[in-house]
């Protein structure tokens, strides 16, 4: 008997390929338009744009013969997803690094580097996790596989574990301050440990090899092909101005395909100020977002900012950025008509990002605290009024062993994804890749299921906290939307709006509650402007 895929995969081979056309009539089991009383099963496009939803016996007479008709009987159709928080560069560049995401022992990250090949005189990996290892890393451990400098990223980007060469590279000893906001790890005599937290990061990555636009911009479409793969339409991206110009490129040269909400750094904030810059601003595929910035660490490196220490120590944590430089930013950003964009995961953390951004005034591209993880219960309420809660919920599948061990009782009032709904925050739903997967299938999981691909904890890890499918689905879109500041064009699948979706092969179960059916699952078609860029 011919399965569902089968018969998917028999109609796709017929079908008139759409890429120049920019119009269709898709067909499916259902259309989950997110626009409540506008259902059916069937979505019509013209031209890029949605010209109706609604039954197929219907939409089918009122459509020219010549639109190109889809027939997915099995598909459930959605409007397109978008990843809130991503490292899209770092995550295309970093595949040609030593992946070590997912090793379980130190001595297996060092055979790993004891076999690699230089790149540019540096050997460089990403994904190392030292939670359960049984001794700390240190550089005389890289020391004994590798003599040339070594490099290598931790799975939340928040610490780097170097060999000697490599400090020595970067005029790293004893005598080296700790930067404000950052911890270079010592050992008992004083001398760096080959451990850097935060901040000390920057004191290593100006000697690191730099990536080519021409390689970056490439990384850059091949992370483009993967995120269409996995119903994907649009990211939000926070990196370096490089990445910026790799993404330029891609769509001044036609090529982008992607819906790009951009946060430069920072640091960029004076140059994008004289350049007259406001965010907002951009093209019909990469616009520009808020500045980002830190205020704390990571719960993975303990560096996260608390209001009390983590359990079992005396240690809150540490702010990266100092109340009077991030508010001096916040202030002279909204001033030139941008947004502002902070990292916040401890309570502490959270509760300074609120104070400082009430006194912002609105912008068309809203502000926004990312990853939230960590919210006191007085604090709950206070994102309502349109500041954007950036949150990643495939986080929770590897940080409940963590919140528990670190966080203890407070660890109530981390991933509050109901809580945070029910007093009108304003939901994003990302990955955080490299961090964290890129599929958005994990994250819909994690949000509805809030617990392992094992099942553990039984019932769900806090399972008052549990969201529905369409909530979940409506963080990657409609919230995705709002904070590109883009609700009148993107989010739902409705008359006027981007014809931007995605066709699932998925049970039916999966709207229905059934967190584990979505990730079961897989996108069969993607279209973004009307246009096909993956089908199965």
């Known amino acids: 008997m011919e399965t569902a895929l089968g018969r998917t995969s028999r109609i796709f081979k017929r079908m008139i390929d759409m890429r120049s056309a920019g119009s269709g009539?898709?067909?499916?089991?259902?259309?989950?338009?997110?626009?409540?009383?506008?259902?059916?099963?069937?979505?019509?496009?013209?031209?890029?744009?949605?010209?109706?939803?609604?039954?197929?016996?219907?939409?089918d007479r009122a459509v020219p013969r010549q639109v190109p008709r889809?027939?997915?009987?099995?598909?459930?159709?959605?409007?397109?997803?978008?990843?809130?928080?991503?490292?899209?560069?770092?995550?295309?560049?970093?595949?040609?690094?030593?992946?070590?995401?997912?090793?379980?022992?130190?001595?297996?990250?060092?055979?790993?580097?004891?076999?690699?090949?230089?790149?540019q005189g540096w050997i460089l990996g990403q994904g190392w996790d030292a939670n359960g290892w049984s001794s700390p890393p240190d550089r005389f451990a890289l020391d004994r596989v590798q003599s040339g400098p070594v490099y290598l990223d931790s799975i939340d980007v928040h610490s780097a574990w170097l060999n000697s060469a490599a400090l020595a590279a970067a005029g790293i000893n004893r005598k080296t301050p700790d930067p404000f906001g950052g911890r270079i790890v010592r050992d008992a005599s004083g001398d760096p440990s080959g451990l850097l937290l935060e901040r000390a990061v920057e004191l290593v990555t100006p000697y690191l090899p730099d990536t080519p636009v021409e390689l970056l911009t490439q990384a850059l479409a091949g992370a483009q092909t993967a995120a269409h793969r996995l119903g994907i339409t649009g990211v939000h991206v926070m990196e370096s101005m490089a990445?910026?110009?790799?993404?330029?490129?891609?769509?001044?040269?036609?090529?982008?395909?992607?819906?790009?909400?951009?946060?430069?750094p920072v640091a960029a904030l004076p140059t994008l100020i004289q350049r007259g810059v406001r965010s907002g601003q951009g093209s019909e595929w990469l616009s520009l977002g808020g500045v980002k910035m830190f205020l704390d660490g990571s719960l993975g490196s303990r560096t996260a900012w608390m209001l009390e220490p983590?359990?079992?120590?005396?240690?809150?944590?540490?702010?990266?950025?100092?109340?009077?430089?991030?508010?001096?930013?916040m202030v002279a950003a909204a001033a030139a008509g941008i947004?502002?964009?902070?990292?916040?995961?401890?309570?502490?953390?959270?509760?300074?990002?609120?104070?400082?951004?009430?006194?912002?005034?609105?912008?068309?591209?809203?502000?926004?605290?990312?990853?939230?993880?960590?919210?006191?219960?007085?604090?709950?309420?206070?994102?309502?009024?349109?500041?954007?809660?950036?949150?990643?919920?495939a986080h929770l599948l590897t940080d409940?062993?963590?919140?528990?061990?670190?966080?203890g009782e407070r660890g109530e009032g981390a991933y509050a994804f109901r809580s945070l709904l029910q007093h009108g925050a304003r939901l994003a739903f990302g990955s955080d890749v490299p961090v964290a997967s890129m599929d958005p299938?994990?994250?819909?999981?994690?949000?509805?299921?809030?617990?392992?691909?094992?099942?553990?904890?039984?019932?769900?890890?806090?399972?008052?906290?549990?969201?529905?499918?369409?909530?979940?689905?409506?963080?990657?879109?409609?919230?995705?939307?709002?904070?590109?500041?883009?609700?009148?064009?993107?989010?739902?699948?409705?008359?006027g709006f981007d014809a931007d979706l995605v066709a699932w092969s998925v049970d039916s179960s999966a709207e229905n509650g059934d967190g584990e059916a979505f990730r079961q699952g897989h996108a069969v078609l993607t279209i973004v402007g009307g246009q096909v860029v993956m089908r199965v």
């Open 25 to 59: 009539l898709l067909r499916a089991r259902r259309v989950f338009s997110l626009v409540p009383g506008s259902e059916g099963d069937c979505v019509w496009w013209l031209n890029g744009r949605i010209q109706g939803v609604g039954l197929a016996a219907e939409l």
């Open 70 to 119: 889809f027939e997915l009987p099995d598909a459930l159709i959605t409007p397109g997803l978008t990843d809130g928080h991503t490292h899209l560069g770092m995550w295309a560049v970093n595949r040609r690094r030593v992946q070590l995401a997912g090793v379980r022992t130190q001595e297996e990250v060092l055979a790993r580097i004891a076999s690699a090949e230089p790149d």
């Open 243 to 264: 990445t910026l110009a790799a993404f330029q490129r891609l769509d001044a040269a036609g090529e982008l395909r992607l819906r790009v909400l951009f946060h430069p």
């Open 310 to 329: 983590y359990t079992g120590s005396r240690d809150r944590g540490m702010p990266i950025t100092s109340e009077s430089q991030a508010r001096d930013a």
């Open 339 to 393: 947004s502002t964009t902070v990292h916040a995961i401890g309570d502490a953390a959270v509760r300074r990002a609120l104070d400082l951004m009430s006194g912002l005034p609105r912008l068309p591209i809203p502000h926004r605290i990312e990853h939230f993880q960590c919210v006191h219960p007085a604090d709950i309420g206070r994102a309502a009024g349109g500041i954007v809660v950036s949150m990643q919920p």
């Open 400 to 407: 409940i062993h963590l919140v528990e061990r670190h966080w």
């Open 441 to 495: 299938r994990v994250g819909i999981h994690a949000a509805m299921e809030r617990r392992g691909f094992d099942g553990a904890p039984a019932g769900g890890w806090r399972p008052e906290e549990k969201l529905s499918f369409s909530e979940a689905l409506g963080a990657y879109t409609l919230g995705a939307a709002y904070a590109a500041g883009a609700t009148h064009r993107r989010g739902v699948l409705a008359p």
